[in-house]
């Protein structure tokens, strides 16, 4: 048995209005965990991310803090780009509907997916009392 499921996003030729939407952000980090049957912990953080000059044109960055770990966004709105992290200590994720969820929300037209089984060696039992 493993800890945890980390599903890492990129997706490409995405719609520049809908990745440059803070409410789309929001409401993306507060209705997946409902659709995923996750807890949220804390209201989700959006923070409007400034060019830095170099290769990062600005963009949305969000988070939120799930009971059962987070999932993030950072939006390129220039590249029609997106970069998003699902992580969670459920065993089960359910890969295909979070692509297409967000394939949709984003407008994506190509995706780059890696998903990685974490803890592969957690514990069974408390170590310490």
């Not at 929001?26 to 923070?47: D, F, N």
Request: glycine share 10%; proline share 5%.
């Amino acid at each position: 048995m493993h800890f945890g499921e980390h599903l890492m996003i990129d997706g490409y030729g995405g719609d520049t209005e809908l990745l440059n939407s803070e409410a789309l952000v929001r409401k993306i980090l507060t209705e997946l965990p409902v659709q995923l049957g996750m807890q949220t912990l804390a209201a989700p953080v959006i923070i409007s991310a400034p060019d830095n000059d170099k290769k990062d044109p600005g963009g949305w960055s969000g988070f939120v803090v799930i009971a059962e770990s987070h999932v993030s966004i950072h939006t390129f709105p220039k590249r029609g780009f997106v970069s998003i992290d699902v992580y969670t200590c459920r065993n089960g994720l359910d890969i295909e509907t979070i692509k297409a969820y967000f394939t949709g929300s984003f407008a994506l037209a190509e995706l780059e997916t890696n998903f990685v089984l974490r803890g592969k060696k957690y514990p069974q039992q408390n170590i310490h009392a």
